[in-house]
């Protein structure tokens, strides 16, 4: 129940502090729309990426009992399987997000703003009314680009773009955004930014910045190796959770979607994971969120 209340309060706190912030910085006059869009676009993007993957690496590092029982898979982390190889593989994904950085700057200058004319004024920021409904579009629209994308990449034939995510069969945060140039654009950037652009002038920027901040620390959350009973997501219903995607990098079978579960169970695509919660002891109430039906 303490586990829930955190997780109810931080999830609150994220919808209703972070639009405080913005309406109480938000400049009266914006000189170059064009560029104010793309810097605050990309902003955004590094700031939670910081403080999320900053917050994780914190946990890692401290490797304090109390975090590793929330550990999802029995293999050891990165780190302690093989040093030499883990330092490299972390230079390379950091590098690897700095190039991601500049594909997301080019789609934003292109395809994001282009021929989209997205609310800026002080005067009409949006309350939690008009955004609510707009996050749910946008998740709804991610959801199906990113389930069927992240499908079509685990083609044999297709499957070169995606491999190189897949080097990462214990997840932990940073892994999230590790991905070749087509499918960061093909699975994150493209499923992202489609609900936004069919928004249109109905969104303002600032409920484009929080989109950015869920899909993030979404991802990043989702790939942390933990299944936090703090996190928001383990709550919600039909939600796939870390645990969930897990199960995608340390099986590479099945469970395509990013925020539901539902495409990959109408198509099939996630049995052999139900299968496997099934034979180790969960109950059968896990097809909607197996840790927390957990029986022993
Ligand atoms: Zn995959
Ligand atoms: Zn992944």
Redesign the pocket.
């Known amino acids: 129940m303490l586990y829930f209340i955190i997780a109810l309060t931080t999830f609150a706190s994220y919808f209703i502090l972070v639009p405080e912030l913005f309406k109480y910085y938000w400049p009266e006059q914006i000189e170059s729309k064009y560029w104010f869009q793309i810097l605050s676009l990309q902003v955004m993007h590094i700031v939670v990426y910081i403080i999320v993957n900053g917050s994780y690496g914190i946990i890692y590092y401290l490797n304090h009992p109390f975090f590793e029982q929330f550990k999802i898979e029995k293999k050891p982390w990165p780190w302690h399987s093989d040093k030499k190889e883990w330092i490299q593989l972390r230079n390379e994904t950091f590098k690897n997000f700095a190039i991601n950085l500049i594909i997301g700057t080019l789609l934003a200058m292109t395809f994001g703003i282009a021929g989209v004319k997205y609310r800026f004024d002080r005067e009409s920021l949006p309350d939690l009314w008009e955004m609510i409904p707009q996050f749910l579009f946008c998740i709804i629209i991610e959801d199906v680009g990113f389930y069927w994308s992240h499908r079509l990449l685990h083609i044999p034939s297709l499957y070169k773009y995606h491999k190189q995510?897949h080097q990462y069969s214990v997840?932990i945060s940073i892994?999230?955004e590790y991905s070749t140039a087509i499918e960061y654009l093909l699975s994150n950037l493209l499923p992202f930014i489609i609900g936004p652009r069919l928004l249109g002038e109905k969104l303002h920027l600032v409920t484009l910045l929080i989109w950015i901040g869920i899909r993030v620390y979404k991802t990043l959350s989702?790939?942390s190796g933990y299944a936090f009973p703090w996190e928001i997501f383990q709550y919600i219903p039909f939600l796939a959770f870390s645990e969930f995607?897990s199960y995608?990098?340390s099986h590479n079978d099945g469970n395509f979607g990013s925020f539901f579960v539902f495409w990959d169970y109408l198509f099939g695509t996630s049995n052999n994971y139900y299968q496997q919660k099934l034979k180790d002891n969960y109950g059968i109430l896990n097809i909607y969120n197996p840790l927390k039906s957990k029986v022993k």
Do not use: E, L, P
């Open positions: 995510h997840t892994s999230a989702a790939h995607h995608h990098h």
